[in-house]
């Protein structure tokens, strides 16, 4: 636990959603932040499957056919990375939302004390995991988890075996960023692999074997075999005892705005496609 435990903090184990709803609930959770002095931490799944591009990414670096021909939706996170195949099973993702002012101001140190709960997770699953020792070079810079590791905010499993000839594989990606005054950060773990998928979504003129997926990338049922619905308790169980956050729940006005918001942003092609948002009014921003 925290020093952060003194505030007032939810834990919402939150239903599978689709990709644009589940990016809009991390604003609206930073907005609850600000108004309500109330802060956030969430364990969720997607449904349907979505790939979520990097805030930068290249839009043309996605293989748009074979997305709608597999029922795969699309969507832009806010951070930055390659893009992120997620599902119901194979997937399992957090969300922790603070006030900027009660964090670390240093990047590093902020993703140090927010990943806590992450590393302690894996350790109650009975997975080796830790931030990766050295950074590994990029091998598919479309896809987020093949792109270069970075030790800061890369977590690979068994962490033992990092170095030896049984190279250890990068099991979870988690990225921040601020937005009015708020600290958001969210991040993927593994459960297991889909890696046709995962691969599949990108461009294929530029594409890329499944195996190369396997070669650098784990899962929590590889490392420890815990059943998903047990790692989701897990997970969300550490989340609450790092910062003594209640069981809650969305109020039916954060939901509401959360499908505008989805509506008009984190679904639209404007924003999918070219990072362009309208505002409530229908301007442009």
Known sequence: M????????????????????????????AERALEDDVRTVRVYSWEPSTLSLGYRQDAASIDWEYCEREGIDVTRRQTGGGGIYHDRYADISYTIVAPADEVPGDLMDCYALFCEPILEAFDRMGVDADFAGAEQESIYYPSCYLRDINPAHDVVAPASAEGETGEAGKISGNAQYRQRDVVI???????????????????PEDAIEPETFLDRVTSISEQAGIDREEAVEVLGD???????????EWRADELERAADLAARKYGSDAWVRDREALEADGGER
């Open 238 to 248: 550490a989340l609450a005892d790092w910062c003594n956050a209640h069981e809650g």
């Open 185 to 203: 950060q969210h991040g993927s773990l593994s459960y297991d692999l889909e890696p046709e998928r995962h691969v599949g979504v990108f461009d």
């Open 2 to 29: 925290t020093e952060l435990a003194e505030r007032e903090w939810r834990l919402i184990r939150d239903d599978p959603r689709d990709g644009a709803t589940q990016m809009a609930l991390e604003e609206i959770a």
